[in-house]
């Protein structure tokens, strides 16, 4: 298995209104071999009815998305971030340790929040 995208709520709106940049980029994710992961934060900013948002919850219950998990060591780590970083949200900051934590790559609508967090985190603009 191949390195991994994290996907930020900009992504996940993106590919749930079939938007073919980021389609594109999650299918050659997977055409690599690559896993995808999603902080449960941004699942949460995103998520409204799955009645609805059939392609996201394919996509989020499908065996490469890893939707991870925020524990008390996370939130703390989390909060440090924004801390050290000067911001206050704390779901981006999520993104940036999941990043971290797997690939140092995040398909984002938000490249200017993730660097302020992290300037040398890669990012994929959608």
């Known amino acids: 298995m191949g390195l991994s995208l994290t996907l930020d709520a900009g992504a996940l709106i993106a590919f749930e209104r079939n938007d073919r ?6 299918k050659r994710a997977l055409e690599r071999g690559e896993k995808l992961a999603a902080p449960v934060g941004v699942v949460g900013q995103v998520w409204r009815d799955g009645r609805r948002q059939v392609r996201l919850a394919r996509l989020l219950s499908s065996e490469v998305v ?4 925020l524990d008390d060591f996370g939130a703390r780590a989390a909060g440090q971030l924004c801390a050290a970083a000067g ?5 981006d900051a999520t ?10 790559r995040v398909v984002t609508s938000d490249p200017d ?4 967090l ?6 994929i603009t959608c």
């Open 66 to 69: 890893e939707v991870v998990t």
């Open 113 to 116: 929040d993730l660097r302020a």
């Open 95 to 104: 993104v940036v340790l999941c990043a971290r934590a797997r690939s140092r």
């Open 21 to 26: 940049q980021v389609t594109a980029i999650v």
């Open 118 to 123: 992290d300037p040398h985190i890669g990012v």
């Open 87 to 91: 911001t206050s949200d704390v779901i």
